[in-house]
């Protein structure tokens, strides 16, 4: 649309129709508005508040959380270049600098007619296919120059994205090692017909008999935590399935959706039956709009069979459904809370707890709220058996995990293996014969240096919720870890001091580092922050945030003492460097254009 008065009226008056005027779905609402306009006007939130009845303030606050929302024009086409440390060792920011010179616009900046905006995103979930972007939200993955070259004629020819080459589009499951879960022969309608004639109870038990634990990376057990949701006071209850998938390096979710979606809602519907609940949501990370109408298709065909809806396979009084919700850019919803709190179209602030979710979740229901993996698995358990699922794996981890495989290595994709896999097997089988480290379970996990690659992928040893990113003997562990605290220090909510301004200081630390400023001090710094965060901080981002910077520090400490150019304090700042953007603009870069300190006794 062209962001007249009338059509933002028609989009604003269609989309709270849609959605029964429900303020629950204001996160919903604002992003089919700007689908529609192009983006929030204030025109926009005008109307939505006179239609939904709520305060001005709240809207433009979640407006202005999620990084995929816009309350100012953004170019026709907005180009997001995904940031992840996988993408950065593929050429990414060098691909970016070619575009902007090609379309003559500054990155992070619209271009002067509108047309075109340029600017990063923390990561697409595409690290097996990068370099990626995002197009108006849209995935295009391996990325050359010649792609670029493409994709700029495209744009200065105004050429609608629906039109543009499929190829640039695709995505690939990569799937490089089946085991029982992407290897099985999923029928859908199987599990439930199992459980069906099991019973309620007789499922829940089968499910604790399994051992099966939480995919998402904490591990809790699922049969206890079905159990403690079926316990609750209360009348109705919710299965919320997490598909925001933001952990840089994890795309093992993008595949079950895409390829196993009948399982994860099966899954889904398992659990509606344990647990007495007639309402299930899905959230779909933002980066994955690509998605939503296929899951959406799977959905409906899903009804058409009665595998959904009333009265399930025939069964009176099994009443179960499904709804997606789309994220829009927010990494701290991957966590539990701060994703129920989106749900219910707020920002996704995480919640103090006690109380959880099993007992006060969506809109203070009883909430059962499991990983993409952990539903597609209790398919499994309920067709095959909990003593049978209990036998693979390790005593403490049961069943398989799905590892996400990126970065040095011949054959990235994913890779299924029974827990109690070491790390040196997976480097074999994925061919990172060259790795000096492994980042297990991405950022907020752990580097693993090559003395550790025999430990193994359990909840016992080294616990992951799925990323395996690899690096060879060429990388600097240091500007990984740099990259990893930019993540964070982006990525935060925003809602407590010790994050908010912790991720900020740990960032220009390692800035200050990389630019030839570093001394002991720093270090011992960073070290200060970590209790500082690990004890302060009111959600895992800001306990997990130093991680990646201790243990590169711990690991591959010359990285680290070959950027401590002074015994003393230094400062941060530096006159010359300050000057860059100066010496931009004029078009100068002579010696007198360039600031030289003082040195010894004239300083």
């Not at 089919?32 to 809207?59: F, G, H, M, V, Y």
């Not at 744009?155 to 029982?180: G, M, T």
């Not at 530096?574 to 004239?602: N, V």
């Amino acid at each position: 649309m062209n962001g007249t008065e009338d059509s933002v009226a028609d989009a604003v008056s269609a989309t709270v129709a849609r959605y029964g005027g429900n303020p629950h779905y204001v996160l919903q609402m604002l992003r089919e508005i700007q689908e529609s306009c192009d983006w929030i006007s204030p025109e926009a939130i005008d109307r939505l508040q006179s239609a939904l009845c709520l305060p001005r303030t709240k809207i433009e606050g979640v407006a202005g959380f999620y990084a995929f929302l816009y309350s100012r024009p953004r170019g026709r086409y907005r180009v997001l270049f995904s940031d992840n440390i996988t993408d950065r060792m593929l050429g990414n920011l060098e691909l970016l600098d070619y575009m902007c010179e090609q379309l003559w616009v500054e990155r992070g900046k619209t271009s002067e007619d509108g047309l075109v905006s340029i600017d990063t995103a923390s990561c697409t979930g595409m690290c097996d296919q990068g370099p990626a972007l995002l197009v108006n939200n849209y995935a295009v993955t391996r990325m050359t120059r010649d792609r670029v070259d493409e994709i700029c004629e495209l744009i200065r020819d105004k050429v609608p994205l629906a039109d543009w080459p499929q190829e640039y589009f695709r995505i690939d499951d990569q799937v490089r090692r089946k085991d029982i879960l992407l290897g099985s022969a999923f029928a859908p309608g199987d599990a439930l017909s199992a459980a069906l004639a099991r019973g309620p109870e007789a499922l829940l038990a089968e499910i604790k008999t399994s051992n099966l634990r939480g995919r998402g990376g904490a591990g809790f057990g699922t049969g206890l935590k079905w159990e403690a949701c079926r316990s609750a006071e209360g009348g109705a209850r919710c299965v919320v399935c997490n598909a925001d998938e933001g952990e840089p390096g994890t795309f093992k979710d993008r595949v079950l959706l895409a390829s196993y979606a009948d399982m994860v809602f099966e899954g889904m519907t398992l659990c509606a039956l344990a647990i007495g609940s007639e309402r299930g949501m899905l959230y779909l990370r933002g980066e994955y709009r690509y998605l939503l109408d296929q899951l959406n298709a799977v959905l409906e065909r899903r009804r058409r069979r009665k595998l959904l809806g009333t009265g399930i396979l025939g069964r009176s009084g099994f009443d179960f459904d499904i709804e997606i919700h789309l994220g829009a850019g927010a990494y701290v919803c991957g966590e539990e809370s701060a994703l129920i709190e989106s749900l219910e179209g707020k920002r996704g602030t995480p919640r103090n707890r006690p109380p959880f979710p099993v007992t006060h979740g969506y809109l203070g229901q009883p909430t059962v709220v499991n990983n993409v993996e952990t539903f597609a698995a209790s398919c499994l358990i309920v067709q095959r058996g909990g003593s049978w699922y209990a036998g693979i794996g390790t005593p403490a981890s049961a069943g398989t995990k799905i590892l996400s495989v990126s970065g040095d290595c011949a054959r990235p994709g994913l890779y299924e293996y029974p827990f109690g896999i070491s790390v040196s097997e997976v480097l074999q089988d994925c061919g990172g014969l060259d790795a000096q480290a492994v980042q297990v379970s991405g950022p907020s996990g752990t580097c693993i240096a090559a003395p550790e690659f025999g430990r193994r992928i359990a909840f016992e040893d080294i616990p992951t919720a799925g990323a395996f990113m690899v690096f060879d003997h060429s990388r600097d562990m240091f500007e990984v870890a740099r990259n990893f605290v930019h993540f964070f220090a982006h990525e935060s909510c925003g809602f407590c001091t010790p994050c908010r301004v912790g991720t900020s200081l740990l960032k220009k630390l390692m800035d200050k580092l990389n630019n030839g400023h570093g001394s002991p001090y720093d270090l011992a710094e960073i070290e200060k922050l970590n209790r500082l965060l690990q004890s302060m901080s009111h959600c895992g981002l800001g306990h997990s945030a130093c991680n990646p910077v201790l243990d590169t520090i711990a690991k591959f400490r010359p990285a680290y003492e070959k950027r401590l150019q002074h015994k003393e304090f230094e400062p941060a700042f530096d006159l010359d460097r300050a000057l860059r953007k100066a010496r931009q603009m004029t078009g100068r870069d002579d010696a007198g254009a360039h600031f030289a300190p003082a040195s010894g006794s004239d300083r």
